[in-house]
């Protein structure tokens, strides 16, 4: 059974920083991408970065500059490390695994950024 678990969402002020882990479990090899989405509140799930390998990546508008995507296949692990964070940040922050042409999801970790 795959599943992902993320984990180092929480409180932080404006212009703060958080990072981002996520682990797949389930899965041996292969993954193709891994990613970050976040869905804020009455909004519809954006993506935030993606991540083939650590040099095929692809950011949202948003996140580019001051977000950073990273993988360590072996591990099946991706992080995000989010700089300057604004308080249109804040969302729930989902980890995506898209393996053998199947996206599987975690259950997501709170991002609230508020002084």
């Known amino acids: 059974q795959v599943q992902l678990v993320e984990s180092g969402g929480g409180l932080v002020q404006p212009g703060g920083s958080l990072r981002l882990s996520c682990s797949a479990s389930?899965?041996?090899?292969?993954?193709?991408?891994m990613g970050w989405y976040r869905q804020a509140p009455g909004k519809s799930r954006e993506l935030v970065a993606r991540?083939?390998?650590?040099?095929?990546?692809d950011y949202a508008d948003f996140a580019r500059g001051r977000f950073t995507i990273s993988r360590e296949n072996a591990q099946n692990t991706v992080y995000l490390q989010m700089n300057s964070l604004k308080p249109e940040d804040t969302a729930v922050y989902y980890c995506?695994?898209?393996?053998?042409?199947?996206?599987?999801w975690g259950q997501g970790t709170q991002v609230t950024v508020s002084s």
């Open positions: 995506m695994a898209n393996w053998f042409g199947h996206d599987y």
């Open positions: 389930g899965i041996s090899s292969g993954i193709n991408s």
């Open positions: 991540a083939i390998d650590n040099l095929n990546t």
